[in-house]
Nanobody, 124 residues
């Protein structure tokens, strides 16, 4: 069955960078939109970024625009989220997700498959 596995989380100081990876198996990335979501303590899950593997179009939440970059590598069925200039408010569990027929890339309900999440902690 479809599996998504996130990696790359960790502890970083404010202003630092991390790169998250989402490795996909049992499906072709080309057929899915891949999104990154995050959920901080006491917060609802929010859409961070997404990429369409069909046309490469991307979405970024206003809170991360200009700091985060999403990319995909079809050869390895991997989607990356490069996170720069990290802030303490970026602290959250980050999840990757895959979906088809995605209309609202920022909505968690558009996605069918989810990874287990990776913790990102940004210290001040």
């Amino acid at each position: 069955e479809v599996q998504l596995v996130e990696s790359g989380g960790g502890l970083v100081q404010a202003g630092g960078s991390l790169r998250l990876s989402c490795a996909a198996s049992e499906f072709t990335v080309d057929d899915y939109a891949i999104g990154w979501f995050r959920q901080g303590p006491g917060k609802e899950r929010e859409g961070v970024s997404s990429i369409s593997s069909i046309d490469g179009s991307t979405y970024y939440a206003d809170s991360v625009k200009g700091r985060f970059i999403i990319s995909s590598d079809d050869a390895t069925d991997t989607v990356y989220l490069q996170m720069n200039s990290l802030k303490p408010e970026d602290t959250a569990v980050y999840y990757c997700a895959a979906g088809t027929r995605v209309i609202r890339p920022y909505s968690q309900y558009e996605y069918d498959y989810w990874g287990q999440g990776t913790q990102v902690t940004v210290s001040s």
